[in-house]
């Protein structure tokens, strides 16, 4: 199921960047956002006042402030840098490489944050990936000439701002029902992007049928279908794991990309994505020797406690 479950998300949360291609070409980034989130909230809001009511009880304001916090981290933070990267010039390939990154700095911080420690076959995965990553992205990366150099921290905030919500959701002690961290996170993600597009004079939706396609697209697949995802394999699975299969998503957009575009796939994509596959399964499977060392110690542990609690006995005796 695990393994399913990972396949469907690598599908979905790349489908987020054809999505954001199909509507490209017939609206800004924001009347994007905007649409994009809109009507999902109203469906959500709708379904928590009538089939899901129950999953509200017992959550204190506290717990619905938690998720509207991750939220913004997590979707208006992250889309948000990732659109105004690419708007000031920054490739996508140069994007993703810098999103890549991330399970790198998950794995680093999982252990001092939530105590998920990362066994070294793991951080050899996590390297590889990077690697898988970086052999994608390359060629595109090189073509953002005459960019402003601070451009490039941009995509690097978005990266730390998904993490963040990451480690916030895993640190979080009551369990919220995914219909309603769903639900305060589209919300809090409306509120931001409609008010950035009505300020900005953006909020009025083209009337090209490609927009439309590009908003049903984004929220059945990228929204419900990835995002909705990453955060039931995070509670099944852990960090490291989850995080780890971000290193397919450059590799699996640009067959996207080719399948529905026509864009090249070459030599150089299919190496890296077989790479990427390699860093994916040779972290899941340090997982299982990581768990073996820890029963060692923890048996040696046990172990030495028992003896000296059988010596301090034969001592008072």
């Known amino acids: 199921m695990n393994f399913l479950l990972s396949i469907a998300f690598v599908l979905c949360w790349s489908s987020g960047f054809i999505g954001a291609k199909l509507g490209a070409g017939s609206a800004s980034a924001v009347t994007i956002l905007m649409w994009r989130f809109l009507p999902l909230a109203v469906l959500l809001i709708a379904v928590a006042a009538t089939a899901a009511r129950t999953s509200w009880r017992g959550l204190a304001v506290r717990d619905v402030a938690r998720q509207a916090v991750i939220g913004v981290l997590s979707q208006s933070g992250y889309l948000l840098t990732v659109y105004?990267?690419?708007?000031?010039?920054?490739?996508?390939?140069?994007t993703a490489l810098i999103d890549g990154v991330q399970p790198l700095v998950a794995g680093a911080l999982a252990g001092p944050l939530l105590r998920q420690y990362v066994s070294r076959k793991q951080w050899l995965g996590l390297c590889l990936g990077v690697s898988g990553v970086a052999i994608v992205t390359t060629a595109d990366a090189s073509t953002g000439a005459g960019v402003a150099w601070w451009a490039y921290l941009i995509p690097f905030l978005g990266m730390f701002s998904l993490v963040a919500a990451t480690f916030l959701e895993s640190r979080s002690r009551t369990p919220v029902a995914p219909t309603v961290s769903m639900t305060v996170h589209c919300v809090t993600s409306t509120v931001i992007f409609t008010a950035l597009a009505v300020s900005t004079g953006a909020a009025e939706p083209p009337a090209e049928p490609s927009f439309w396609v590009a908003i049903a697209w984004l929220v059945a697949l990228s929204t419900f279908g990835g995002y909705g995802l990453y955060w039931l394999i995070l509670k099944r699975s852990g960090v490291t794991k989850v995080n780890t299969l971000m290193f397919l998503m450059a590799p699996v957009t640009a067959v996207w990309g080719a399948i529905?575009?026509?864009?090249?796939?070459?030599?150089?994509?299919?190496?890296?994505?077989?790479?990427s596959l390699a860093a994916v399964v040779l972290v899941h499977r340090g997982d299982t020797s990581s768990a073996r060392v820890c029963a060692r110690d923890t048996a040696g542990t046990g172990a030495r406690a028992g003896a000296r609690t059988s010596g301090t006995a034969e001592y008072d005796v």
């Not at 105004?84 to 140069?94: E, H, P």
């Not at 529905?260 to 790479?275: D, H, K, R, W, Y």
């Open 260 to 275: 529905m575009f026509g864009e090249a796939f070459g030599l150089q994509t299919a190496l890296g994505l077989a790479v």
């Open 84 to 94: 105004y990267a690419i708007q000031l010039g920054v490739s996508s390939g140069t």
